[in-house]
């Protein structure tokens, strides 16, 4: 009877611990979605601080000029320029100067920095620390292309870190466009800041990429991952890409600048880090 009664508890035992293990893993199983691989890179490739006044570092950055086709492919109605109006380092920072002015038939100028064919890297983390401007009809963003230059847009790739419409000041967001997936069939999400403001201090916006993953921060907070599941083509994110900093105005994302708008308007970069 004592054996029997041993036995009867032990066996209850080991029925109870495989009930126990089937829970938590059917618990595991269910979260996967939520799951998030995050990797920490530590190997510095290229730190731009801007400590030096001036224009930003020609063997680093270079521009794009004008109107592009069709406002850059967004109906933009800015013309961008190399000048320091527009761009300088001053007081330890990088300035985008927004300004209303008549120029070269635009009614607007700004400027788009770029490392095409000076910098590109495939996999790491990029990140920029950022005071964004503010107002209806701007829209500055971080992002990166595919340096691929034997296929064209969507094919090629983009990156979107970070991008704002300059009339939600709380609200970023995170993209990615490719073959399938492009314009306003990107795949996207937006960050929130509460009980704060992006044009009133520093942020940093930044991705942790590998092979089969991106991942979106703003600051230390983690919002967003995408994946090959999540796109609805062809996962075009292994191969080198480039960095891309400006600020556009008007344009099909964020509209026209209304009575509210005040110009100029200013985007503080203190740095880019990329890692490896």
């Not at 269910?30 to 224009?55: K, R």
């Not at 794009?64 to 109605?77: C, F, K, V, Y």
């Not at 704060?196 to 907070?221: P, S």
């Not at 999540?230 to 480039?242: A, I, L, R, S």
């Amino acid at each position: 009877m004592n054996f029997t009664y041993k036995y009867k508890i032990g066996t209850l035992k080991i029925l109870f611990t495989s009930l126990l293990t089937i829970v938590l893993l059917v618990s595991i199983s269910c979260s996967t979605d939520e799951t998030q691989t995050v990797t920490t890179y530590n190997n510095l490739t290229l730190s731009q601080e801007f400590d030096i006044d001036g224009a930003p570092d020609s063997s680093v950055w270079g521009y794009d000029i004008g109107t592009g086709s069709n406002g850059w492919g967004n109906n933009e109605l800015q013309y961008y320029t190399d000048r320091s109006e527009n761009i300088n380092i001053e007081d330890g920072v990088l300035k985008f100067n927004i300004i209303k002015e008549s120029y070269e038939g635009s009614g607007y100028t700004s400027a788009r920095l770029l490392t095409k064919d000076l910098f590109e890297q495939k996999y790491g983390r990029i990140e920029a620390r950022i005071q964004l401007p503010w107002g209806q009809g701007l829209w500055p963003a971080f992002w990166m292309l595919g340096a691929n230059s034997e296929v064209s847009w969507p094919q090629v790739g983009e990156i979107d870190i970070m991008e704002n419409r300059g009339q939600e000041p709380t609200l970023v967001s995170g993209s990615v466009h490719g073959p399938g997936y492009f314009a306003s069939e990107g795949i996207t999400k937006s960050y929130e800041l509460e009980n704060d403001r992006f044009d009133t201090g520093f942020h940093i916006f930044g991705i942790e990429w590998g092979e089969d993953y991106i991942n979106y921060y703003v600051d230390d907070v983690l919002y967003n991952q995408i994946t090959p599941e999540d796109v609805t083509g062809e996962w075009v994110f292994n191969q080198p890409f480039y960095i891309i900093m400006n600020v556009a105005v008007g344009g099909d994302y964020p509209g026209s600048p209304n009575n509210t708008t005040v110009f100029p308007q200013t985007m503080l970069v203190d740095y880019v880090r990329v890692y490896q």
